[in-house]
């Protein structure tokens, strides 16, 4: 460990970090948000290769070999690891022009119960629905036509017109600004997932890892994602 940590440090002042570089997320994510950058990323650090280890749970940094992990929880439960913040999204319920115009537009979180719900059943506290507007609070029960470990796959029925899903504006962006998706009960809020960096702390921290986590902030900042996805529902 010493010998790495020395390394790491000779490698602290170099612009050409090296080696392989295993970053793990959500599949969602990962499919939007890393591998599309990867690229440029490359174009830019060519003797750096990347594993991304996709993957809907969090994984152990030491056990899985972990060099840096995008999460979407505040705290981690071990002390020893570092958070990063990179961008809040709010999370939104949607549904598909085709669904809508046949089973109409729910007008109050009550209405929900006469949809059929698309459920993501990773969430914390998937089956229940906490509502803001203004002071007002509602925490509604709710109950799946479709539950799935994957966003995609209720992304896709969604898009196909089978229900509302509950979903993070992250990965639903794209479907709502392109009209295949349009977002339900807007004037109450459900509460917002934050995206952080993750990686094991240490005295002199690897330059691969750090240049990979820079390259992501810089990515949301030029392209404004966290604003583009408040405005979204503006």
């Known amino acids: 460990a010493e010998m790495a940590e020395a390394e790491a440090e000779v490698n602290q002042s170099t612009s050409d970090p090296c080696g392989l570089l295993r970053v793990t997320s959500s599949v969602s994510f990962a499919m939007m948000h890393i591998a599309p950058d ?3 990323f490359h174009e830019r650090y060519p003797r750096l290769s990347v594993e991304v280890v996709a993957a809907n749970r969090y994984l152990d940094f030491i ?3 972990i060099d840096v992990a995008i999460r979407t929880r505040e705290q981690e439960a071990d002390s020893s690891i570092t958070v990063r913040r990179l961008a809040e999204t709010p999370r939104v319920l949607a549904a598909s022009p ?30 229940t629905l906490h509502f803001r507007r203004g002071r007002d609070r509602l925490s509604l029960p709710i109950t799946g036509g479709l539950q ?49 960096i993750a990686y094991q702390s ?33």
């Not at 007008?107 to 698309?118: F, G, I, Q």
């Not at 002199?204 to 966290?226: G, N, S, Y």
Request: proline residues 7%; hydrophobic residues 45%.
């Open 38 to 40: 990867l690229p440029q």
């Open 63 to 65: 056990e899985a070999g």
């Open 98 to 127: 085709g669904y809508l115009s046949r089973h109409g537009m729910p007008r109050t979180p009550a209405d929900l119960a006469n949809h059929r719900l698309l459920i993501y059943n990773l969430a914390k506290d998937p089956f």
């Open 148 to 196: 799935a470990n994957e966003g995609q796959v209720i992304c896709a029925a969604g898009r196909a017109g089978d229900g509302i899903m509950v979903q993070p504006m992250y990965i639903i962006y794209e479907d709502i600004v392109a009209g295949r998706l349009i977002p339900v009960l807007t004037a109450w809020q459900l509460p917002a997932l934050t995206i952080n």
């Open 202 to 234: 240490r005295k002199h921290q690897p330059a691969k890892l750090r240049v990979f986590a820079q390259h992501l902030i810089d990515r949301f900042e030029r392209l404004e994602l966290e604003q583009k996805w408040a405005s979204a529902l503006a």
